[in-house]
């Protein structure tokens, strides 16, 4: 059974930090291209950032030089670091993993994190 579970969400400060964690099972996951999207009321999902397993990151614009993507393959985590956090970070955070050829497809979510960045 797969699972992608998401820890580390809460309450922060404008300005403060918080570490997003995301513990995987069931997959090979140094195969998988693992991310973080997030989801604010009455908008869609959006990519924030990504890992392939080769280590290459992308962010989205709005959070660069801000978030650190990046995993431990020993032990099957994906982290999201995110300093100078701002009220308009506030959303439901997924962790995602995808595995693509020469690998079988596949598309797993998290159940997602709230994080709330407020005063």
């Known amino acids: 059974q797969v699972q992608l579970v998401e820890s580390g969400g809460g309450l922060v400060q404008p300005g403060g930090s918080l570490r997003l964690s995301c513990a995987a099972s069931g997959i090979i996951f140094r195969i998988y291209d693992m991310g973080w999207y997030r989801q604010a009321p009455g908008k869609q999902r959006e990519l924030v950032a990504t890992?392939?397993?080769?280590?290459?990151?992308n962010y989205a614009d709005s959070v660069k030089g801000r978030f650190t993507i990046s995993r431990d393959n020993v032990k099957n985590t994906v982290y999201l670091q995110m300093n100078g956090l701002k009220p308009e970070d506030t959303a439901v955070y997924y962790c995602?993993?995808?595995?693509?050829?020469?690998?079988?497809?596949?598309?797993?979510w998290g159940q997602g994190t709230q994080v709330t960045v407020s005063s």
């Open positions: 890992i392939t397993r080769s280590t290459t990151t």
């Open positions: 995602n993993g995808r595995s693509d050829p020469p690998y079988r497809r596949n598309d797993y």
